[in-house]
C-alpha cells in the first residue's frame, strides 16, 4: 500500500509540475462553466432558467471529462515508456499492479482538485436559492466514480503505446464509445439490448447519481471498469516481458 | 511491507494474461448481473424523493393481493415533445422499473409484477395489449414514411393494477418525480373502490349490461359496414357490378341487417330495463344512460335509412351517405357509452369535490344553460341579418368558453382521477359532495348563496376558498374607442373585483385582506407579449419582467399536511388573510397561518402601477413590512353566519305545471333534494374545516357572464351600431382572458400541483399531498438584478481556472527558487 501511495504522489506531483494540468484544469473549469451558464448551443442563460440547481454542471461536466482526461493519462505510462523512466520504475521493488494503482491515484488526485473548484458553482447557486444539497453531493460521487472510469481506461491506452497524441486519442474514442455510443452499437446488433449489455452504458449509470441517488449497482458497476481496466493494464504493462 | 520487498511472478505468456483478463471481466460481468435484481440505495435528496414515504410502505401492505401488469416498449425514444419542452426517457423505464420493484418488495409479497412480454403467442405486440388494457400510448417526434403517409412511432410506459374485482390504470408514466404518488394514489384507490363497489354492485352490473349490450351491436355493425364486398344469399341481394363503396356498404349492412337486428334489437328494451335501476343512483350511470338512448335512437334511424328504398319511399338524403354518418354517429356514441361505464366503474369510493360556478369565478364546467333559445335566433334572423350575425358571433364566443372551461375540468381533474360536480348555489348543495371550493369568485354571491356554503362548512365538510380582490390588466386589448381610434394593445388596468367573499368570512373571524402584498426579491417573472413595428413589419416578442405582484411564499407551516413538503410556491396578486384577535384567542378553533409571505414582502393598497418598470421603481422605494400571512386554516366550533337572522329563502323557481316525468318533485317543483334541504333543519354551530388562500393561483374564471357581459337578446331586435362595438368588447373580452393566463402561464404547473394537493387534503387523502409535493422538486432562483447576475456569472466561470493557474504558477515560483538554491 505505501509503494502504491509513494507512487501515486510522485505522480501527482508530476502532474502538478507539469503545465498540462493546468491547461487541462483550466480549460474543463471554462468549458463546464461556460455549459453551466450559457447551455451547449451558448444561447441560454442560467439565471432565466428560474431552477437553483446544478444539474447543468453533471448534465455536461461528464462530456468534458470524456475529453479532458485522457489528456491527462496520455503521459502516464506513454511518456515514461518513451523516455526509458519506466524500466527505471520497474527495477524499483514494486509489482506492476502497483504501479498501475499508484499512477492511477495520482490521476485521481488531479480529478478531485478539479472537481474540487467546480464547487464555486453550487456556491454561488447557494447564493441565489436553495438548492438540494444531497442531490449536489450525489452528482459529484458519480463525477468522481464516471471520472475514474475514464481515467482507467484513459491509463489503459497509455499503457499500449509509446506515442502520447495517440495514446489520447485512442483514450478519448474509448471514453466517449463508453459514455455516449454504446447505445447506438449495440442496437445494430441486439433487439432489444438484453438489460446485462445495457451496463455497457455510463449515461444510465450515471443518470442516478446527478438525480440524487446512490445506487449499489451504479457504485459497482463503476468500480467493475476502473478494476478490468486496472487490471487489463497491468497485463499490457507485463507484455515487455513476453517478447 | 512484503508487498514493497517481494515481487509477484509476472504472466509469462500472453495466454495467461488473456485468460486472466476474461476471468476478471466474468466476474465483473457476473457481480453487475447478480446485483440487476437487488435495490440497494442511499437517497442523499432533502426531501428523501427518490425513497417510499411510510404512507406508500402501508398503502402497498393493506391491500392482500395486487397484481401489476407492466407495460415497457421494448425501445424507448431519446426523449418525446412535450407543451412545455421535451422530456427526456433515457433511462426512464429503468426507474418505472425499479419503483415497482420496491413496492413490491415493501409490500412483502402483496404486490406482484408482471411484465407484458413483446409478442407473446397470441396477444401481439406490448403496444397492442397495453391498447386493449386501455394504457395511453405516446409518440415520439420521430417519424416513419408508410406508404405516403408519415407514421409515428407508437409507445409505452405504464402499468395496469388488479386487486379483486377492480383495477386501475396509470396509462403514461413520465414522470419519475410523480411515480411513487401516481402508484401510491391507485394502491389508496383501489382499497377504496373495491370496498364501495360492494355498495354499489347492482348499478354497476346494470350499467356493464348496457355496455356489453351496445359494444355488442356496434361490433357488428361497424364490422358490417366494413364488408363492403359481402353477399347474404337469404336476401337475394348480389353487390355484382356495384362500384360506389358507399353503396356496397349499405348493400352489405342491408344483407347483415337479420344478425344486427338480433343483436341492436335488444338495445332499446334492455336500457329501459336496466336503466330504470341505475337512473337517478349515479351521474355516470345516468350519462350511459343518456347515451346508451341515444345510441338506441341513431340505430333505429340507420334501420330506417336501410329500409327506405325498399319500402319503395322517396329518398331526401341518398341511403349510402344516411348510412355513413349514422355508422360514424354510433361509432361516436358508442365511445360515450364506453367513457360513461368507464366512469361508473371507476366511480364507487370516488368523492365529488363541488365547485361553485355563476360569480365568474373559476368553474371547470360548460355553462348550464344555453345563451338563448334557437328559435329565438331564428325570429331575429328573419327581422334583421346583422342581428343574427351579432348573435352567431357570441354563439361562437358562449361555446368557445364552454369548451375551454370543459376541457379544463376534462384534462386537470377528470383525467387526474377527482370527481368533480358543479355547484350552483342557488339550489341546495347535494349530499354527496365532500368539499366545496369556492374559487375566486368576482361578483357577489346572494344571501341564499352564503347561507348555503355556511351550511356546508357547518356540517363538517371542508370549504376551501381561494379569494381574488384584484383583477390585473397589463397589455390587455381594448376594443376602439367612440374616437375611431384603433384597437389598442396596451391597456393597462387595477380593478378590485366586486367579491363579498370578506364580509361572510368574517363572520367566521377571518379577514381578507384588500391590499395587495408584493416582493422586491423572492418573485417570478411574468411573460408579456407585444407587438413591435420593425422596417413596416409588425410581429410579436414575448419578454420575461420580474413581477413584484407574482411574489413566491417560502414560508410554510411545517405541521399542516397542505404545506408541510412545499418548498416554495407563487401566488400571483395576492393580498392578505388573517384570523381576528377573538378567533386566535379561541381555544377551541385551532388556527394556521399555512402559506406566509418572504420577509421582503410589502402590502399596499392601491393606486399600484402594473406596468413592469413602474412597479419595479415603486417596489424598490417602499420598506418591506412582510412577512403577511397568505393562506389561512381554520377548524373548530363554527357558529353560522345567519344566526339570530332571518333564513334567507331560495329563489323562486318559475311556476311550472307539474312534471309527469318527475312524479317525485316536491311541492314547489323541487328536487327530491332540494326538498329534503328545504325541510332541514337550520344548524347554528358545527365543526367545520375552512381553509382560506388569498390567490387565485393565477387561475382566472372564463365565465359567459363575465365576457359576454351585456349580451340581452331582447335588445337585438333593433340593430345599432353599439352593437358591434358590443361584439368587439366581447372578442377582446375573451383575447384578454388568454393573454392573462398566457403572462402567468411559466407558474401554473406550480399552482396546479398546489390545487390538486388541496383537492387532496379536502378529500381526506392527505398523505397524498406530502407525496405530491415531494415529487415537486423545482426550487426557484432568488430574482436578482442583472449587474449582480454579470458579477456572479463572471466570478464564478474565470474566478476558479485562475485560481488554479495562480495556483500553478505558485509552485513554478517555488520549484525555480528550489532550483536555484540548490544549484548555489
Known sequence: ?243 | MADTTKKSAPLRSRADALIMLAATLGIAIVVNALLLGTSVRLDLTEQKIHTLSDASVTAAQTLDDVTVTVYISKKLPESIPQPQGAIALKGIDRAFRDKLDEYATASAGKVHLVFAEDNSPGVGTVEEQAEQAKLEPFSSSEAQLSGNQLKFQKYVLGATFHYKTVSEVYAKALQPGFYEFEITKILLRLKEKYDNSLLMKEPLTKGKAIYEAVKACNDDVQKAGKQEGAKDDSAGLSLKGTSDPGQKRVESLRAAMATLEKKCGPVHELVTREGAGLRGKNQFGDNLIESAVEFGKAWDELKGALAEKEAGEKQRVPASLATTQLLSILDQLYHEVDRGHTNLADSPGRRQIGFLCGHDEFCPFPEAQPLFQPEMAMMLGQNNPMSKQILQAAQQISQAIDETNSRIGENLFTKRGYSIRRVDADTPVKEDVSALIVYAPRKPLSDYERYQIDQFLLSGRPVVMFAQAWQVALMNMKSPDDLGNDVRMDWNELKATSSNLTELLKTYGVELGNDLVLDSTHVEPIRVTQLVNKGGLQFQTAQDFPYALLPVATDFDRGHPLTRALQNLPLPYVTTVQATKELRGDKRFEVVDVIRSSNTSLKKAAPIPVIPPALKEMVLHTPANGPHTLALYVRGPFTSAFKGKEVPHRPEKKAVAPDPQRPDAGPKNETPEEYAFEQRKFKAEGQGKLLVVASNLGIEGLSRADILEGFDISKLAQFNAEMIKQYQDWQAGFQNWQIRIGQVSNLLGDELQFLANVMDWATSHEALVAIRSKGDTRRPLEQIEPDRAARLRYLTLFGAPLLLIGAGLLRWQLRRRRNQSLKV
Open chain 1, 1 to 243: 500500500m505505501n509503494s502504491i501511495w509513494t507512487i501515486a504522489k510522485r505522480e501527482m506531483a508530476a502532474t502538478f509540475d507539469s503545465p498540462i494540468a493546468y491547461i487541462a484544469g483550466s480549460v474543463f473549469l471554462l468549458v463546464a462553466g461556460l455549459m453551466f451558464f450559457f447551455g451547449i448551443a451558448g444561447s441560454d442563460d442560467y439565471f432565466k432558467g428560474h431552477e437553483a440547481t446544478v444539474r447543468p454542471l453533471f448534465d455536461f461536466a461528464p462530456w468534458v471529462l470524456a475529453v479532458i482526461l485522457p489528456a491527462v493519462t496520455m503521459r502516464l505510462l506513454a511518456e515514461e515508456k518513451k523516455s526509458g523512466t519506466l524500466e527505471l520504475l520497474v527495477t524499483l521493488p514494486v509489482t506492476d499492479l502497483q504501479i498501475v494503482l499508484g499512477k492511477l491515484l495520482g490521476a485521481t488526485g488531479f480529478l478531485a482538485v478539479t472537481l474540487a473548484l467546480t464547487l464555486v458553482l453550487p456556491i454561488m447557486v447557494m447564493n441565489v436559492g436553495h438548492p438540494d444539497l444531497g442531490a449536489v453531493a450525489g452528482g459529484y460521487v458519480g463525477l468522481l466514480l464516471l471520472g475514474v472510469a475514464f481515467l482507467s481506461l484513459g491509463l489503459l491506452t497509455s499503457t499500449w503505446t509509446h506515442n502520447q497524441i495517440v495514446a489520447f486519442i485512442i483514450g478519448l474514442l474509448l471514453c466517449i464509445f463508453f459514455w455516449t455510443a454504446t447505445d447506438a452499437i449495440l442496437h445494430l446488433v441486439f433487439e432489444p439490448i438484453p438489460p446485462v449489455l445495457q451496463l455497457f452504458n455510463f449515461q444510465v449509470q450515471f443518470n442516478d447519481f446527478a438525480r440524487g441517488v446512490i445506487d449499489l449497482r451504479n457504485v459497482v458497476y463503476f468500480l467493475s471498469v476502473t478494476a478490468v481496466a486496472v487490471v487489463a493494464s497491468t497485463y499490457s504493462l507485463q507484455s515487455r516481458h513476453w517478447n
